[in-house]
């Protein structure tokens, strides 16, 4: 299997986005050189250069300050009437870090890109007492979770998944595999499952309404201009439920039942909007679930081994026991 090359580097920043970086550093007030060059990361004579090449188009203003026993310059730009100066704090930068971070399966489709970019370009509106905690956030907070898909050959897709859902107009997907037949869909909302990407919205071709992995999308055809019209009861919330029902059937009436050693690991948890709990009276827990589909609640059962065991209803517990019976086989 050939290896996949590795992901080039970010491209260089222009002149004219160093100069908005700069900009937006000199809005939020007075700084010191240092500030300068830790902000953009670069030397003290590149410093300079940049305060040159923004002062030839720009109000820039510099001013002495006694420091240490001595004196240091300061700059700033001041703000116009036509300016909007963005404040934000650290706990606003926590939340946005934490929403990078869990979204950096998306590499390569535009989306982390542009967080990055964002998330960099925001950092020169922090104070300058609040900008040394947020140097480390990605390693001060991380996202350990499911291992991700690879959306690094999917950034025609994802864009244009997303610009049709934006502009409310209907695409055409076309799924893996030789006889795989293209679906128009009107585009309702992109959701996050599992580090996965799916589309979910209404199928022309069964009138109803479906869920597309993009993994499995190799083509997008988006109609300009052919807009649909977006229902305004439409809740992707409501429609989901939970993590189960990604591959949607009937609704199924389920019951599990879940040893004491993993009650606390089971009940502490909000898995589907149908679920409730009852005592099996031997310290274990039962719980009553409603999903429509149960094709990812198979694994998740699977996945308590000995622990958990499907009481209801009975071809899904001869599934799972089929299941337990093949795998321990394997190993016989």
């Known amino acids: 299997m050939p290896r996949k090359p590795p ?34 990361g670069v030397s003290r004579r590149t410093a300079f250069r940049r305060l040159e090449e923004l002062g030839q188009g720009d109000p820039l203003e510099c001013q002495a300050q006694d420091f240490e026993g001595g004196t240091r310059n300061l700059w700033r730009l001041p703000s116009s009437a036509k300016d909007h100066p963005l404040h934000i704090t650290t706990s606003e930068m926590v939340a946005l870090a934490f929403v990078k971070n869990a979204l950096g399966f998306t590499a390569g489709t535009g989306i982390k890109e ?17 900008y040394a905690h947020w140097k480390n956030l990605d390693r001060k907070l991380f996202d350990l979770n499911e291992a991700s898909f690879d959306y690094g050959d999917k950034m025609e897709v994802v864009n244009d998944v997303i610009t049709a859902l934006l502009r409310e107009e209907r695409i055409t997907l076309t799924p893996k595999g030789k006889n795989a037949v293209p679906v128009k869909v009107d585009p309702y909302s992109l959701a996050l499952y599992k580090k996965g990407l799916y589309v ?28 649909f019209a977006y229902p305004e009861d439409w809740s992707p919330a409501t429609f989901f439920r939970g993590p189960w029902g990604i591959i949607r059937k009937e609704r199924v009436d389920v019951v599990v039942r879940f040893h004491e050693s993993v009650r606390h690991f089971v009940t502490r948890r ?49 599934r799972v026991a089929g299941e337990l019976r093949a795998a321990a086989a394997r190993y016989g």
């Open 114 to 130: 542009d967080l990055d970019e964002l998330f960099a370009r925001l950092s020169h509106a922090l104070k300058a007492s609040d």
């Open 200 to 227: 979910v919205g209404k199928s022309h071709k069964r009138d109803d309404l479906r869920t597309f992995g993009l993994d499995k999308i190799v083509e997008v055809e988006r109609h300009a201009g052919e807009h």
């Open 270 to 318: 909000s898995w589907h909007g149908t679920q409730t709990f009852a005592e099996t009276g031997d310290g274990g827990i039962e719980m009553r679930v409603q999903p429509e589909g149960v094709e990812e609640m198979v694994s998740w059962v699977l996945g308590f081994g000995a622990n958990a065991e499907v009481v209801e209803p009975a071809w899904l517990r001869e």
């Open 7 to 40: 992901r080039s580097e970010p491209p260089a920043l222009t002149p004219s986005q160093r100069r908005d970086e700069l900009r937006i550093l000199l809005r939020s007030g007075w700084q010191p050189l240092t500030a300068i060059m830790e902000r953009l």
